[in-house]
């Protein structure tokens, strides 16, 4: 049981350049989550999915998309990285949401120059 | 809105002694309370989670309280170690389908 992958562990970024932050969890939960956490601050979400084919806005989406086409794959998509997206990105699942464990994968460090 | 505040950015405690960690959150309760471990390059993990009427939740060394009158959370960590040496994160849920994350204590257990 491998949890949570995230790939890649780091990267840079030229301004203005696009990629995709991959996320991938094996415990067949529903609810997926993308945080940043950036120094001092707390995580704050960007996107969230209930299940398949269903995905919402957190409170920092602008700059971000996600996509959920299978129940263990949750991609988030920078398409024109800015500096201010540079940061620690977090993915989380959680069997339900109500009163339910977020296990979290080992984060991506994302420097945009 | 709501805000999330965690008591110092830093916290030192000797170690064997008890190290207490403060959440305090604004306007409504939430419905549950998690604590999560964070220690450095990794993702967080979760501790313990704490219902709107439960007063206390234990587990080993770790106990939470949660005062819906102070709006308040305490995470106490019994008989200190230098390997609880880590960030320590509150995450009120305040009814909807969200966590929302304090910004953190790094605690440090001195030997």
């Known amino acids: 049981n491998a949890g949570v992958t995230q790939t890649p562990k780091f990267r840079i970024l030229k301004i203005g350049q696009s990629m995709t932050l991959q996320c991938t969890q094996d415990?067949?939960?529903?609810?997926m989550y993308w945080y940043r956490q950036d120094p001092g601050m707390g995580l704050k979400l960007i996107y969230y999915s209930v299940g398949a084919g269903i995905t919402d806005k957190g409170e920092v989406p602008n700059g971000y998309n996600v996509s959920r086409s299978t129940t263990e794959d949750f991609p988030l998509r920078l398409e024109l990285a800015a500096p201010s997206q540079t940061s620690v990105y977090f993915c989380?699942?959680?069997?339900?949401?109500?009163?339910?464990?977020?296990?979290f994968g080992p984060g991506t460090r994302l420097t945009v120059l | 809105s709501q805000k999330i505040e965690q008591n110092s950015e830093a916290l030192n405690i000797q170690e064997g002694k008890t190290a207490t960690l403060t959440c305090n959150y604004t306007n409504y309760s939430p419905a549950y309370l998690q604590w999560y471990r964070q220690d450095p390059g990794r993702g967080p993990v979760f501790l313990l989670l704490?219902?709107?009427?439960?007063k206390e939740k234990r587990k080993e060394r770790l106990k939470v309280t949660f005062d819906t009158t102070l709006k308040q959370s305490l995470f106490h960590i019994t008989a200190s170690q230098p390997a609880d040496s880590a960030t320590y994160l509150c995450a009120p849920n305040f009814g909807n389908e969200k966590l929302t994350f304090g910004t953190g204590t790094r605690l440090t257990i001195i030997p």
């Open positions: 704490i219902r709107e009427n439960e």
């Open positions: 989380a699942s959680s069997y339900s949401q109500r009163m339910d464990t977020q296990y």
């Open positions: 415990m067949n939960h529903n609810y």
